[in-house]
């Protein structure tokens, strides 16, 4: 929802703010700048569409600025637009900022704004803030900044720069992500970690609250009052390689293809009782899981092994519906919060105010130093390394790896799940290496405009994710249902031209819903389905039949979603749309 980059230092910043927002991409990508401070002047370049159009209009300039900030934008306040690109810049250009979030008092702002006699040029909510800092300058920027920061009202990030200081950038936290990055003789700031892995490994993730003042020799960082704070740095283990496409088409396709690895990774870390949490997961009455889009599917498998493992009742919440419920929550409750980003505001939001209300706070993130890491009273975190397609895919097995090792954790049968679950990479390269009949049956449906995804139990959940790489990706419509609630009403749905995917591993459920395949083909449906090797009598009630080796019936979905995610990764990429960066879509909603 967002990018933004700064840097000061003594390379050629152009360059680093490019690569940066290149890597920020998928955080929105409706139109992108940045300012320059050139020989004590700010230079201002935006484009709509890509970074590709704003690296095109640089062509050929002689950009000398070793400081900078830069941004990439998914439109929030104001139409996709030069003019509501940023960065920002006050009257008399000599403030240029970029910012990520919202500023909800923005009209009552602008009119102060204007009130003084200001032309506020854009659309956007941003505008005001450095028209405000401009206001509160009196020599120092830091001290403009202080002043301004109570004034705003919202989620934000924003980096600014003036031509009366250079080498100084300010970024400020409060309720969207920014992090610093350390370097010798030079320092930067991004929205996340892997914009800056080609740059630098220490990084400091801000907390929300927090300010940093950035020169080439060092970073400062303050709380609102103004109060200098002593923070650590960590270092990332993320090699650049791993955020590269090292050879796939696309980054979604080479995410799908890493699952073998970073599941394994992944199960590794919880293969030891070291990281044993300080509670038991009995001591709970009730624990809710609240999380968005695919994290949200992951919680929902997470539900049936929680169940059935530890034996407390489990529900899961739509964190965007959680916030605002009137759930009775209190310290008997356990609120499970997964996200890779950790930072969904629905999914912080949510988990915080249950927090706030008395429950112990878990968080499934993948993103170390995240906000939501870091509000959460414990944090497990999934080894998946960066994942750049805006679809999520191996975070997705990940957070399963993470879940499902959780629910056994305090189970008798442990260690003979744990052997099972160890049995999961080497089942997934086996599907991974079938991508190719997975390719050639997706492209029979390149032309449907509809598709139906069913299963039942924990291939329910399977389906809903299925149909939602179908959606975001192709902008096909699709749906996933529990099959055994069509014949309530989506059966209407069904004739010959609905491709129906059937997600019918051998499991407790099997027969059932053989059963909705019959009902499915009485309506002469077109039933593709994903189901274990060998299984002839399936195959034979299948116009296609995408095969997963055999697995422990409770770990099905880590190897029946890959299908899902290749078929609808190959129809995608048949009608040439932008897989890892579909329209109207981010990858991280830092806004409610
Ligand atoms: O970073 P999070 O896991 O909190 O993100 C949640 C959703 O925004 C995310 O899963 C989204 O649905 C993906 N685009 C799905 O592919």
New binding site residues.
């Given amino acids: 929802m967002c990018g933004i980059v700064g840097y000061t230092g003594k390379k050629k910043a152009i360059f680093v703010l490019l690569e940066a927002l290149e890597r920020l991409e998928y955080r929105g990508y409706d139109s992108s700048g940045v300012a320059l401070l050139e020989d004590g002047k700010i230079f201002v370049e935006k484009k709509v569409g890509k970074i590709r159009e704003l690296i095109r209009s640089l062509w050929g300039k002689q950009l000398d600025a070793t400081l900078g900030i830069g941004h990439t934008r998914w439109a929030t306040h104001g139409g996709v637009c030069e003019l509501n690109a940023h960065p920002h810049t006050d009257q008399e250009g000599r403030f240029a900022l970029v910012h990520n979030g919202i500023i909800e008092n923005y009209r009552e702002l602008k009119e102060f704004i204007t009130s003084k006699g200001i032309e506020y040029k854009s659309e956007t909510d941003t505008e005001a803030i450095v028209h405000l800092i401009s206001l509160n300058y009196d020599g120092d920027l830091l001290r403009a900044v202080l002043k301004t920061i109570p004034k705003l009202r919202g989620a934000y990030a924003f980096a600014v720069f003036t031509a009366f200081e250079p080498g100084r950038v300010v970024g400020v936290r409060y309720g969207s992500p920014l992090v610093v990055g350390l370097g010798e003789g030079e320092n930067f700031l991004a929205s996340d970690i892997p914009a800056l892995i080609p740059f630098t490994k220490n990084i400091i993730p801000l907390e929300d609250g927090e300010i940093a003042d950035l020169t080439p020799e060092g970073v400062s960082i303050y709380d609102f009052e103004g109060n200098p704070k002593v923070k650590e740095s960590i270092k990332i283990h993320w090699d650049i390689i791993s955020a590269e496409k090292g050879g796939f088409k696309h980054f979604m396709l080479k995410e799908i293809f890493e699952q073998p690895r970073v599941v394994g990774d992944t199960i590794k870390g919880y293969i030891s009782r070291d990281y044993e949490l300080p509670f038991s997961l009995k001591e709970f009455r009730r624990i809710l899981i609240t ?6 599917h992951a919680g929902l498998i997470g539900k049936y092994w929680l169940e059935k493992f530890v034996g407390v009742p489990v529900e899961v919440v739509y964190a965007s519906e959680l916030r605002y419920a009137d759930t009775p929550i209190g310290p008997q409750d356990l609120v499970i919060a ?7 505001a629905d ?1 912080r939001f949510s988990a915080l105010s249950a927090k706030e209300k008395g429950a112990k706070l878990l968080s499934i993130v ?1 993103v170390m130093g995240s906000a939501l890491s870091r509000e959460s009273d414990y944090t497990l975190y999934t080894h998946a390394g960066p994942e750049i397609g ?4 191996k ?1 997705f097995t990940c957070q399963l790896a993470v879940l499902f090792s959780l629910a056994i954790s305090e189970h008798p049968e442990r260690e003979k799940l744990m052997d099972e679950l160890l049995k999961i990479p080497h089942l997934m390269e086996e599907v991974l290496s079938k991508s190719e009949s997975i390719r050639e049956i997706a492209l029979k449906y390149t032309k449907s405009k509809n598709t139906l995804y069913l299963g039942r139990r924990l291939s329910y959940p399977v389906a809903l994710e299925g149909a ?2 179908l959606k ?1 990706i192709s902008y096909v419509h699709a749906e996933g249902y529990p099959a055994g609630e069509m014949k309530h009403g989506p059966i209407a749905l069904i004739d010959e031209n609905m491709p129906v995917v059937v997600v019918a591993p051998r499991d407790r459920v099997y027969e059932k819903i053989l059963s909705n395949i019959e009902e499915v083909l009485a309506r002469k449906g077109m039933v593709i389905s994903v189901g274990f090797e060998g299984d002839e009598g399936l195959q034979k009630l299948s116009r296609d039949f995408m095969e997963v080796p055999k697995c422990h019936e409770e770990l099905s979905p880590f190897l029946t979603v890959v299908p899902l995610q290749l078929f609808a990764y190959y129809i995608a990429d048949y009608l040439g749309l932008d897989v890892d960066q579909p329209r109207n ?1 981010a ?3 830092t806004v409610e």
Avoid: F, H, P
Wanted: charged share 15%; glycine share 8%.
């Fill in positions: 999380a968005c889009g695919t994290s949200y997964i996200s890779q980003s950790g930072e969904t999914t993948n805006v679809a999520a895919t975070t939602l790489k975001e879509l990858k991280t909603v």
